[in-house]
């Protein structure tokens, strides 16, 4: 066993928790607070809960609503101007990964200033940011709990992977009433992103005891509640199954980090603005055959938290590849890169980003630019 | 599933980390660190490691090597004067329960005034406490990652259980060569703590899915390193599992509170000044015999982590208090309270100071005087 570190933000789960967000920012010290979220979430109704939640405790909010999906470099850069021309003093972040991700690039720059590409190295940080609460409404990002915050960097068109223990947002509330107003497509792209989040955390090279536990349970999570969302079997218990998941997977890679498919991923979804579960999907069974020989034992494993009988490490690894199709075959979901709309002829380009992105560092294969070269290649 | 919540200290786990200490207290803004230790933790050795730790980061430190086993509220009253007198910013924990339970009490009061006894109520404590990092030098107490600090409060002969989401240390460092120095007796004696603070958070009424994973998982942990240490296999790796049960375990705790078997030990091991593993043992059959009809299918598989073959829940609930006999049999541990010397004359006054203990609000059966009374008569 190496030496690891794990880090959690304080945690509140349950229905009905949205309006603890109030009273947490108060109890951070809050005065002044900025809630970033965006036009999905104030059209869903949620955000009134939340800012009434703000308003009985006393605090006062300025509201930036802005936020696109796959959030935009310069978007933040406005972030940051309305932050302090409001004297803001903390950060509510409502919804999916994108006002999260954009909540902590404004902590981050309001702090401690510069510009985001300043911090593309691990822990490149060095000032406390502003308290942040984030109250999560999808099922996906595990970034309410994570170290991570992804911006495009739109000049360069590209994702850029900030990752620092100081992304942590302080409180991270988890409301699986906030699911109902998801539809089951969404659920199904979001639920595959927490279970891609899930294997790649447990098979990193970063991974340790607590991440696994996590990992592991969430890979069951994940995948049997996927399989009763395209079931049409959504419900109050579903959702918080769903919400459970995500959770526990992003704390596994919040400390674990990730690996080749999230590399990749990062910089398609980013080039195409769609969601990242659909990509995750198509890279996902390419990316766990590249990676196998590195560790059989905990790909059997996945496979065993996947729902299949293993009888041996072998016959576990042997089963993995099969399992993750059939799950993806029976959600109806893409298999090929050329369905999502991608240019072959974009491939270079689209693996010389990835190849800078952080995630590749911990997984589990070594893989340089010729191995993404291929792997885009294959999922063509 | 009902709403919980979820509150962890930044973990530092693995061989040589306790030389991160001084870092710690340093990115949290020390200055000037009250380490709070006890004397065999000084005649161990490890001390050294840990001031030269401080030393190295330029920190200054003033030690308090006076904490004794189950420490008192008069001592903890001495360890404010000195703290005060120093003009301390910050408190380094380095030992077992005792001494990071004291260092809580210090921070506790040099923050919030007053005297313990007026924070026995839960989340009584109303400001923040100067950071504290803790080195466990023990895998029993949990106490480095916990909510709770345990004092005796002298003049009434009887445990104050106090707990707090603030009391938990901002960094908890575990590292598995501090157990070098434990004698197998000290490991098994911790072990059977560890063991029984993860069978009373997974069946405590505010157990949730994150503390489950984390208790079942230190059962199986802590009963097999157990075994191996009556063995006489004591070995490095033995040492790190031994660790990571109680981190475990701790965090299970921590977060669904505990049950009988804690709140009885809490007044027996404070009036005899005897390790709390050694009462444990004793009291746990007793205690789960008594608990089981609340909750079959968790004893079930309790009674599976214990490493029995479960074929149904009644089969697994009619095994798990043999395992856990034939296990404390193995470990050849007291299995009578007269084997403790304890006198039964004490057991009326003892049942009304175990009735106030906090514990006993989450044991999964409720549970009143006469029935505490009447568990001491059995485990007699």
């Not at 972040?93 to 510009?115: E, F, T, Y």
């Amino acid at each position: 066993m190496d030496v690891f570190k794990f880090v959690s933000p304080e945690i509140i789960f349950g229905p009905g928790t949205a309006t603890e967000c109030g009273l947490s920012a108060s109890r951070l010290g809050a005065k002044r607070v900025f809630v970033v979220t965006d036009r999905g979430v104030h059209a869903s109704g949620w955000l009134e809960r939340v800012l009434g939640s703000l308003n009985d405790n006393g605090l006062e909010c300025i509201v930036w609503k802005d936020v696109s999906p796959n959030p935009k470099d310069y978007e933040i850069y406005c972030g940051v101007n309305k932050y302090i021309d409001n004297k803001c003093d903390s950060l509510l972040a409502v919804g999916g990964g994108s006002p999260i991700d954009a909540a902590k690039a404004v902590a981050l720059l309001v702090s401690n200033g510069g510009k985001l590409s300043d911090y593309e190295e691990i822990d490149s940080i060095t000032r406390p940011l502003p308290p942040i609460v984030a109250v999560t409404t999808t099922a996906g990002s595990g970034s309410e709990v994570s170290q991570f915050s992804i911006i495009v960097n739109a000049p360069e068109k590209r994702k850029m992977t900030i990752v620092s223990k100081s992304l942590i947002p302080y409180i991270s509330i988890h409301d699986p009433q906030l699911l109902e107003t998801l539809n089951n497509q969404a659920m199904i792209y979001s639920g595959v992103h927490v279970l891609t989040h899930a294997i790649e955390a447990y098979v990193s090279k970063g991974a340790t005891p607590m991440t696994d536990l996590f990992a592991l349970n969430a890979i069951t999570l994940a995948a049997d509640s996927l399989r009763l969302v395209k079931g049409g079997k959504r419900s109050t218990d579903l959702n918080q199954s769903m919400a459970m998941a995500n959770l526990n997977a992003g704390l596994a890679f919040s400390n674990a980090i990730l690996g080749a498919v999230h590399a990749i991923t990062h910089q398609i979804s980013g080039w195409l603005d769609i969601p990242a579960g659909m990509v995750d999907a198509v890279l996902l069974p390419h990316v766990v055959e590249y990676n196998l020989p590195a560790n059989p034992l905990k790909y059997a494993r996945i496979a065993e938290a996947l729902g299949e009988k293993v009888t041996s490490v072998q016959n576990g690894a042997d089963k993995v590849i099969p399992a993750i199709k059939n799950l993806f075959a029976v959600l109806e979901l893409p298999d090929k890169l050329s369905d999502l709309g991608i240019n072959m002829k974009l491939y270079p380009l689209l693996a010389e980003n990835i190849t800078k992105d952080i995630c590749l560092v911990t997984n589990p294969m070594n893989i340089g630019l010729n191995d993404v070269i291929d792997l885009l290649g294959r999922a063509c």
